[in-house]
């Protein structure tokens, strides 16, 4: 981009935030600045970067994928698949024995047939045409129903500096809605850089709107790789992996998403290494010098993809995607307003600084096996003339099986990507309200009680170094963002001043506002979605606390400030986090690849001692420690110490100094925080304590996944609808499905096909340490006591 064209499009913002812009209005001043005549003109051939964009290509690359030696091998290998052997009547230069060679030339041609098909399925076919229109057209379009599509200006000065190398971009952004790759494309292409080629599921290629789709970069892959489960495709594998490689060799920027979908609960989901392994591939293969990973986190004040995870959380099944839901779908969306957008570009980094980096190189095993893997892949290439997928000693998509250490990376890479899109993102007003109101005010809060917490909770993301997405007085904001809700997430009305919900003494004859969360099921899910944004600000902090509580439980009554003396073992409180971590392992991500968990759980702890809720003292073991529960924590950490069996006759004799911590919740301030702390990981405890309770009943006998998933979800709707239930939303289906992965994980249940049945059913049982009554308690009451 020129100098002269970026400082035009620059415009200097002068409102309180002057490092974010609106693409709208740098749009409408560029254009201004441009007078009368230049504004007719670009009327139609414009947008703002139509001069860099010309200078832009995208090449197919159709003819290099077709010719490139893993499909060539791969086609050699599916036709030699499909003849079928016999013993030495054939022989092949690899050693294989067919029945009848002449049958190898017809399904060759068949395969390849099959390869074009794939491919020209696939392939996308940018028109800087179709671009330049739709550029022009969203223009207009996107300010029907948006108010701002915000930037952050330095983001977006690192992001071009980045295209100004010759490497490809990758964009790796957080998938909330549809519009996400509209708005990411849309800003490259204004922001004049080259717009990248999108990773789309084949559920979109729907009439008119996938052609649409291919002319601006989309590309289309299956959602699932293999459509026979167990059987790979190895010419799909090879079509989609050689067509990205062969993009990416030619300098093409890619874009994809990388938790395979869009988020129904408002977290980030586990993502999914299978396009990532292509872009570590090709730069282990030596096809890519370089590339740089852009995570990328787009923050909507309104979701506009309507309520669509609500039905999914209910347990109902996904719709498809038609042309006439796509059509409904823009109508509505045109109909209705939805705020503003903030997309957030984190820092560019390099592939190959990643992958050398000083934290992998920590890990010299691994480094060692990268290094070497690449060395020997290009003494292989330079010096074999066979036709060989390349690489194929190494290859995610080709006929080999991907080492485990190769999926570590990528799968490290996947979830560092992840919690940077996460821990990046910025915290809109409406995540804000949503968040305290399924926190602190669950019951509803007058405006005043509101934007008191408003703005602790603004000054609480900020000081941990995380930006919001909004500027203006809380009262003002509050409001805004509860119409922007809608009722049917925040009711909003007015009481009398005396009214017994009012209550403010200095305000009698007049009126309030009150606000109050919709908690009942189904919309409870939709209050959720949005206070979702904001709990990886507290996340850690939170787990201390839920553990805390979870080892005081006994102690601690929370219902009200209280003055008595309760002490829990700092190692223990430790040990458990790390517990509880685990369980949740399929809800968050809690630190990057590259972090000790223990480190953040420490600084955690940090913070809560810092804020006087807890009191950390040295002590001894037989001072302490009198009842039989702490004594057999200290027998533990005795032992983990590697100090002789702690006896009761050694206990007058021996002391060992070790951290106890006191929880003080004298002060209302530190009681509040310790409760809201609390309140940020409750519903999730209580959907993972309904399916651990549910275990002894209903795994006496293995049962089929399916079965034990729609009881459990059965018993979680039941207590809702019985008023038992603290949190409706315990009853939502991811959380039910992550926990038994997580079970499965930490080896409590066990997941396996039943060959017995005819379609192999898939199982659960309990794993043979779980049968022992005792121990399974002793797991129950763990996250038992966590619970509120
Ligand atoms: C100005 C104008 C503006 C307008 C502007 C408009 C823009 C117009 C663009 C439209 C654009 C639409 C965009 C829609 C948005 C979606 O449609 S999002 C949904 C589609 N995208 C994705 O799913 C991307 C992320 N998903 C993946 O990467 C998944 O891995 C795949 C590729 C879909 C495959 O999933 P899968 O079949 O479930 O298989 P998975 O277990 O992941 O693994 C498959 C293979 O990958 C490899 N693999 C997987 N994990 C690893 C690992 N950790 N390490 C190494 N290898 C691995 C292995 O080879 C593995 O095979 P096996 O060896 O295990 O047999």
Redesign the pocket.
């Known amino acids: 981009m020129t100098e002269e064209v970026k400082s035009n499009w620059l415009y200097q913002e002068s409102t309180s935030k002057p490092d974010i812009a609106d693409v709208f209005r740098e749009y409408d001043e560029y254009r201004r600045r441009k007078g009368y005549l230049a504004r007719v003109c670009m009327s139609f051939s414009c ?1 703002l970067q139509s001069r860099t964009q010309s200078s832009i290509t995208y090449p197919d690359v159709a003819k290099q994928v077709m010719k490139s030696k893993r499909i060539q091998a791969t086609l050699d290998t599916c036709a030699r698949q499909d003849c079928p052997k016999e013993a030495t009547t054939f022989s092949l230069d690899n050693e294989e024995e067919f029945e009848d060679p002449k049958q190898l030339p017809e399904k060759l041609a068949f395969h390849m047939k099959r390869a074009n098909h794939l491919l020209s399925k696939m392939k ?1 076919g940018i028109s800087l045409s179709l ?1 330049k229109l ?2 022009w057209v ?1 223009h207009r379009v996107l300010r029907y129903f948006l108010s701002t599509v915000q930037v952050h200006k330095g983001q977006m000065e690192m992001v071009q500096k980045a295209a100004e190398s010759s490497h490809p971009l990758i964009f790796l952004p957080h ?1 909330r809605s ?1 519009l ?7 800003i ?3 922001y004049g850089i080259k ?1 990248p080629h ?4 084949d ?2 290629m729907i009439p008119v709107f996938g052609s ?2 291919r002319g ?3 590309y289309f ?6 459509k026979v489960e167990g059987k ?1 495709d190895l010419l799909y ?1 090879a079509v ?1 992996h050689t067509y990205m490689q062969e993009l990416l060799r030619a300098g093409q920027n890619m ?8 988020t129904r609960s408002g977290k980030a989901a586990a ?8 872009v ?2 090709s730069y282990m293969d030596g096809l890519l010098e370089d590339a740089y990973i852009i995570p990328v986190s787009i923050n909507y004040e309104k979701i506009l993809d309507g309520t669509f995870f609500i039905r999914e959380q209910m347990g109902e099944q996904k719709i498809k995607e038609t042309f006439w839901g796509a059509l409904k779908a823009v109508w509505r969306v045109l109909m209705s307003h939805y705020g503003n957008i903030r997309v957030d570009f984190a820092q560019p980094f390099s592939l190959k600084e990643y992958l050398q980096s000083a934290q992998y190189t920590n890990m010299e095993a691994r480094k060692e096996n990268l290094e070497s893997r690449r060395n020997s892949f290009s003494r292989a290439r330079r010096s074999s003339g066979k036709l060989r997928p390349s690489g194929s000693l190494t290859s ?2 080709g006929t080999d ?2 080492v485990e250490d ?6 490290d890479l ?1 979830q560092h990507v992840v919690y940077t899109f996460v821990n990046s993102s910025t915290i809109m007003c409406t995540t804000m309200l949503a968040f305290l109101l399924v926190t602190k005010h669950r019951k509803g809060a007058r405006l005043e009680e509101l934007v008191q917490s408003f703005e602790w909770l603004k000054e609480e993301i900020t000081f941990r170094g995380r930006d919001v997405g909004f500027v203006g007085r809380a009262p003002t904001v509050i409001q805004y963002a509860a119409d922007v809700l809608g009722d049917n997430v925040v009711k909003k009305y007015s009481v009398p001043a005396d009214d017994s919900l009012a209550g403010s003494e200095d305000s009698i004859g007049t009126e309030l506002m009150y606000f109050e969360p919709v908690t009942c099921l189904p919309d409870v899910f939709e209050l959720r979605y949005y206070a979702s944004g904001a709990i990886s600000v507290f996340l850690m902090e939170s787990i201390i606390a839920t553990t805390v509580y979870g080892v005081a439980s006994d102690d601690l009554d929370i219902r009200h400030i209280s003055t008595t003396d309760v002490f829990v073992s700092h190692d223990e409180v430790m040990e458990k986090a790390q517990r509880l971590c685990a369980l949740l392992q399929y809800e968050f991500l809690f630190v990057p690849p590259c972090t000790s968990l223990g480190t953040e759980l420490s600084s955690a702890m940090d913070k809560l001692i810092t804020y006087e809720i807890l009191r950390e003292e040295e002590s001894s073991l037989h001072s302490a420690y009198t009842d039989s529960r702490e004594m057999q924590w200290a027998k533990r950490f005795a032992s983990s110490l590697k100090m002789q069996e702690y006896s009761s006759d050694e206990e007058e004799e021996e002391e060992v100094a070790f951290k106890k911590l006191q929880v003080l919740l004298d002060e209302p301030d530190c009681y509040n925080r310790f409760n809201f702390l609390l309140t940020v990981l409750a519903p999730y405890i209580e959907s993972y304590w309904i399916v651990v309770q549910s275990l002894t009943r209903l795994l006496k006998e293995d049962m089929p996944e399916n079965e034990f998933l729609g009881t459990i979800h059965q018993i979680a709707l039941d207590r809702v609808e019985d008023g038992v239930a603290e949190f409706a939303e315990s009853v939502s289906m991811e959380c039910l499905k992550n926990a038994i992965k997580a079970l499965q994980s930490i080896k409590v249940l066990e997941i396996y096909y039943d060959t017995k049945t005819v379609e192999f059913t898939k199982t659960v049982s309990l794993c043979d340490k779980y049968r022992e009554e005792e121990r399974l308690n002793d797991f129950i009451d763990f996250i038992e006591d966590c619970r509120m």
């Open positions: 947008t996308a671009l739709t550029s969203l998938h549809h996400d790759y509209v708005v990411v494309t849309f490259l292409y204004n717009v999108v990773a789309a599921g559920n979109l649409f789709m601006l970069g989309g892959i299956r959602r699932k790789l293999d790979k594998r989609l874009e994809f998403f990388i938790e395979g979908g869009r993502p999914k290494g299978g396009l990532l392994s292509v570590i591939d995610l998509y099986v991907v190769q999926r570590q990376t990528v799968k996947a």
